[in-house]
């Protein structure tokens, strides 16, 4: 059965880019929305995160658990999904500072 399903992306190639608007309509950039059953699902993601490069995408897809969705990342992000006794939530991950680039007066 057919279901909701959301990708969002961040510096991906144009080619991930374009693999995806077939079948997801492409709300704003990197945002996409449709409606693909679990197969159709699973092998674009598969594509997507096997083409993602140097940059990130998420996708956010109907589960049966305590939150009605699953979260799924590839790449490189400050945010980290974290499995909490079955509930997904989110940490932000610190941003990593140059020291040799920061000039103390």
């Known amino acids: 059965m057919p279901n ?3 990708i969002a992306t961040t510096a991906v190639p144009d080619h991930v ?10 709300t704003m950039p990197g945002l ?4 693909l059953s679990r197969r159709v699902r699973d092998e674009l993601w598969q594509a997507v ?5 140097a940059g990130a995408a998420v996708m956010l897809c109907p589960e049966a658990n305590e939150q ?3 979260l799924q990342t590839v790449g490189e992000r400050r945010r980290a999904p974290v499995d909490f006794d079955g509930l997904t939530l ?3 991950n ?6 040799e680039s920061v000039k103390t007066p």
């Open 4 to 6: 909701m399903t959301v």
């Open 17 to 26: 880019r374009g693999a995806i608007s077939r079948w997801m309509t492409e």
């Open 32 to 35: 996409y929305v449709g409606t």
């Open 49 to 53: 995160s096997g083409t993602v490069g």
């Open 68 to 70: 009605g969705y699953a």
């Open 90 to 92: 989110v940490a932000m």
């Open 94 to 99: 610190p941003v990593e500072i140059d020291n």
